[in-house]
């Protein structure tokens, strides 16, 4: 059977990144063996196509590939080509266990890493001894070089979300079940209902193997249907399966409901399963392991619709036909209450893909892992003492709801001028025209028709502006994003402000870092400032907006601030600089501790010169009179006179040496801006401070 297979590797060191006519690895008898913890850099180019015919259950390919063995050790084994972004093309992977003549499929999987789609991870539970077949090959007829990494956990460790998503492995799942309402699974409403009627999520705790005798005359769901494998609804994990069936699913960040349907398909044990107008239900339990509620943020992306429940409360109901990738489409704050939480996961499904990707943020944007203090993943609970429940949370928190944040703040006092002008942007795509952000609807939702989008052409930056037709003096703004998907994509963006000559007064780059908003709005604050046009733009070639409010005072505008140090009444109420009680916190306005002096004039005339050299040696030696400011004579700070001030004196006006200590002279006849304080705690005072300081 291995024989069909016919498969090329260009091994780092063996063959080159170019592929070559003479191949290694033609059969899985030739399978190159690679340790638990491994790198090997490979090539599929060139090779013939394998068109293995599905007897495998994992296939079927047109791509060339190539083998490799591993041996089991009993812990959770994780292969990829995911680590580093290397791979060239759209890569695949398929494990099997058993004979090269006669195989069983462990796991595949195309397109399920966290940051690069098109490369692949399948992990599994592997027996101690178990000898594992690993096959790198393409979607479809891909080909190119990779990278293929292994790695071994000790037996008993279970990562669930080591990259910030929660892993297929760590849903408890109930699919597929017929959806009449389509991609958009019937709005926010219908998605609300129980669709496990007369069963209840919100106190039920489901685990692999339970069935549940849904009543789908109170269901919107139509029915149940995969294929026959069992009477009725049943839930399932990827290890029930596996244990049940000896077939490994498609494993990793993103969760492809559709993948899996196919695997189950292809396995024979029963007729087809659909994956077209059907939904899926998934549970999964995280444990706040400290003493208060833990804020975060469910991150979440789908294909189609989403819900996503903590406990008993919903945070994410998005309503949109739309593709997933794994990455934040929206971001919802949520409570973790202390002790074990359930999180309940709905996907609605019209047609194509079908997949969802679920994991938590901290209260920074940052992904929460298996690593991350104060929170265990515990998935599906198959790994832990008994069964895991939910709780029941009385109030959700009052500033964390479905919505987003709390709601903008009170704009009494002031006027959105946007609706006032006309918005032009650097391109149109999918019908998002660029007045959709001036038209007082902050709806962050694309089936509402207030979004605008540009499109992409040839890599080029996006930007979108608008002319307010009149200048306005700006307080304050707040741009709202997207939220029924691709809300990431409003980074790096930057906001200018011009007036009517198209000079900028006014400009700021917000999440440079590629931070994220978290919840439906950013405010733009402090702007302050008097233009006609603002403009958005971002590095990327995808710029969306649900709103931007550009708010100005319905009365007179505010008066400048005052200005401390450039003699100008600049708010024009009668005082200017230090004068301006606006100045009394700046450093500059503050009065000194102490006597201010210039370093080195030692007798106080306003002048640095031959004389200050002289009197501390008259003073030291011949009985003369003490300087006038023996802080200002003691040129290096000591504290006390010696015969080194005068050699500074002399060094600096006569060698080039360097100036006495600060407060320095920038010259010999210095100015009042040279003054300063002595900032050294020491006896020398200044009796007589020189006028220019005063």
Not at 357 to 383: K, N, R, V
Not at 544 to 571: F, K, Q, R
Request: glycine share 12%.
């Amino acid at each position: 059977m291995c024989k069909r297979f016919i498969v090329l590797l260009a091994v780092f060191g063996l063959l080159s990144w170019a592929g070559s006519s003479s191949f290694a690895q033609t059969t899985c008898d030739d399978a190159i063996e690679i340790d638990g913890n491994d790198v090997f850099e490979g090539s599929t180019l060139g090779g013939p196509a394998a068109t293995e015919d599905n007897e495998f259950n994992c296939g079927p390919w047109d791509s060339p590939g190539a083998w490799y063995t591993l041996l089991g050790n009993g812990g959770e084994t994780i292969v990829t080509t995911c680590s580093g972004n290397l791979s060239t093309y759209d890569t695949s992977l398929s494990v099997f266990a058993g004979e090269c003549d006669d195989l069983r499929c462990i796991g595949a999987n195309d397109d399920n890493c966290a940051s690069f789609r098109t490369d692949s991870t399948v992990s599994w539970v592997s027996e101690v001894d178990e000898i594992y077949y690993i096959l790198v090959h393409g979607w479809a007829t891909e080909q190119g070089n990779f990278t293929l990494t292994s790695s071994q956990l000790e037996p008993g460790v279970v990562t669930i979300s080591p990259n910030g998503f929660i892993q297929t492995k760590g849903w408890n799942m109930l699919f597929p079940v017929l959806n009449p309402a389509g991609c958009g699974g019937g709005g926010p409403g219908v998605m609300s209902e129980n669709w496990v009627a007369p069963y209840d999520l919100a106190e039920e705790d489901p685990m692999a193997g339970d069935e549940w005798d849904i009543d789908f005359g109170l269901s919107p769901g139509s029915g149940f249907n995969n294929g026959g494998l069992s009477d009725g609804p049943i839930w399932i994990t990827t290890d029930f399966v596996l244990d049940n069936l000896g077939l490994g699913l498609a494993g990793g960040d993103l969760v492809d409901f559709q993948q899996m349907c196919v695997e189950l398909t292809n396995g024979n044990f029963g007729g087809a399963l659909p994956n077209d107008n059907v939904m899926a239900i998934s549970t999964t339990y995280v444990e706040n392991t400290t003493d208060e509620p833990m804020r975060v943020y469910v991150c979440s992306a789908s294909d189609d619709s989403v819900r996503v429940d903590v406990n008993n409360y919903t945070v994410t109901l998005v309503s949109a036909c739309r593709g997933s990738a794994v990455q934040c489409q929206e971001t919802r704050c949520a409570d973790l209450a202390p002790g074990i939480n359930k999180i309940t996961a709905y996907v609605w499904e019209g047609g194509g893909g079908w997949r969802m990707a679920i994991g938590l943020q901290d209260e920074t944007g940052q992904p929460l892992t298996d690593a991350s203090e104060g929170i265990i993943f515990h998935g599906t609970g198959e790994w832990a003492d008994g069964e895991l429940e939910g709780q029941f949370i009385d109030d959700p928190p009052e500033d964390c709801v479905e919505a987003g944040p709390p709601p903008p703040p009170d704009d009494e006092g002031y006027e959105n001028v946007g609706p006032n002008g006309f918005a032009t942007q650097s391109s149109e795509g999918w019908g998002g025209a660029p007045g959709r952000a001036i038209d007082g609807n902050t709806d962050g939702q694309w089936g509402g028709g207030s979004i605008t989008h540009t499109d992409q052409i040839d890599g080029l930056p996006s930007w979108w502006e608008v002319d307010l037709q009149d200048t306005y003096y700006i307080s304050y703004m707040r741009i709202w994003n997207r939220l029924d998907c691709c809300s990431e994509r409003l980074t790096n963006f930057t906001i200018t402000v011009l007036d009517f000559e198209r000079e900028v007064v006014w400009e700021e780059t917000f999440l440079p870092n590629n931070e994220r908003i978290l919840g439906s709005f950013l405010p733009i604050e402090d702007v302050e400032s008097e233009g006609q046009f603002v403009r958005v733009s971002l590095p990327g070639p995808f710029l969306s907006i649900a709103e931007l409010e550009i708010l100005t005072p319905t009365g007179p505008p505010p008066p400048p601030d005052e200005v401390c140090d450039n003699g100008i009444d600049d708010d024009e109420d009668g005082d200017t600089d230090c004068a301006d009680p606006d100045c009394s916190e700046e450093e500059s306005c503050q009065e000194p501790s102490g006597p201010t002096f210039e370093r080195g004039d030692g007798n106080s005339d306003g002048s640095v010169n031959l004389t200050d050299g002289i009197i501390p040696l008259l003073y030291l030696f011949s009985g003369g009179d003490a300087p006038a400011c023996i802080d200002a004579a003691d040129t290096n700070d000591t504290g006390a006179i010696e015969i080194t001030d005068a050699i500074i004196i002399f060094s600096w006006l006569f060698s080039g040496g360097d100036a006495p200590v600060s407060p320095s002279p920038s010259g010999a006849g210095y100015v009042a801006g040279d003054c300063g304080e002595d900032v050294t705690a020491d006896d020398a005072g200044c009796l007589s401070v020189s006028p220019v300081c005063e």
